[in-house]
């Protein structure tokens, strides 16, 4: 094996990586341009010991939260929010792996471009608001706009790592940290719930953002494809796509929705994004959640 050469290779490949990296913070800049600014209300719904507000069940709530007593007095149910508990810091994964390069069509962002946009436009917001940010695998958090910047650098060279889903064991969470991880999370469920439960050891709070191409949600094609994994490389054939869209449809809804129970049986909130819509209306929606009465889990999904 010559050494010399891939190294060369590598060091030019993260200088091509980093010299995207205005281009995406400026996009991070123009996402979070119409969003609140300012310091964080910490009136947030959360799992905190303090009670703070009465709010209507929807579907999804757990019953233990629900106050039976207050519901008795009317015809409603009433579910006991309390307060966000203050987390000291966001810890963010964001999946570099191969399969987050997939774009079905030009006019649409990879995911992986959507992810590192919500990323760093997250952080943003999270950094004017006061509140300590940092990307998973290092130690360092702050919350200058110069950490976000150093976390762009870590993203646009793979210093996230290339992994598909977070290595619970690769870093110790801060106490009281939140952890926003965003991926298009195609593995088994099996999978990632093994994976979440370890990483729930350690978080009061988690967020997971789901990004998907609109091909991955509704397989347009028609005709004789050539299909390849694209961390495997294994490729299959189908003569006629249409002929197993409706069935591949089901399976990634049923994927979908085991994804958004993992996380609630964890109460962390879930959000999906389709690459076809627009990345502020995501970041504004979770954003709100964060800062609203609504509380954080509940931020809803796209589309």
């Known amino acids: ?163 598909s889903l977070p290595d619970p064991y690769a870093c110790t969470l801060p106490r009281h940290c939140s952890l926003i991880q965003i991926g298009d999370f195609l593995l088994p469920p099996d999978d990632i719930e093994s994976t979440f439960k370890k990483l729930s050891a350690h978080t009061d709070n988690g967020l997971v953002i789901q990004i998907l191409d609109p091909a991955e949600l509704e397989l347009p094609y028609s005709g004789r494809y050539l299909f390849e994994d694209a961390g495997t490389k294994i490729q299959e054939q189908v003569n006629h796509v249409d002929s197993i869209r409706d069935g591949y449809k089901q399976r990634i809804e049923e994927h979908i929705n085991a994804v958004r129970n993992i996380c609630r049986d964890r109460q962390w909130v879930y959000v999906l994004h389709s690459t076809d819509h627009d990345i502020s209306d995501t970041l504004m929606r979770v954003w709100e959640s964060m800062s609203n009465n609504n509380g954080f889990r509940s931020a809803g999904a796209a589309p």
């Open 1 to 163: 094996m010559n050494i010399i050469p891939a190294t060369l290779k590598l060091h030019h490949n993260a200088e091509d990586a980093a010299s995207n990296l205005p281009a995406l913070m400026l996009k991070a800049e123009k996402a979070v341009a119409n969003i609140m600014q300012g310091e964080h209300t910490q009136k947030k719904v959360g799992q905190g010991e303090k009670f703070w507000q009465f709010r209507d069940y929807v579907p999804g709530d757990r019953p233990q939260d629900i106050d039976w007593r207050q519901s008795a007095k009317t015809d409603h149910i009433y579910i006991r929010q309390k307060e966000w508990q203050t987390t000291q810091s966001a810890i963010f994964w964001c999946n570099e792996a191969a399969s987050m390069d997939f774009a079905s069509d030009a006019q649409y962002p990879s995911k992986a471009e959507t992810a590192r946009i919500l990323t760093l436009g997250m952080a943003l917001l999270m950094t004017r608001a006061g509140e300590q940010v940092g990307i998973f695998g290092s130690a360092k958090t702050g919350r200058t706009e110069s950490t976000v910047h150093r976390m762009g650098e870590a993203l646009c060279t793979g210093g996230n790592g290339f992994e």
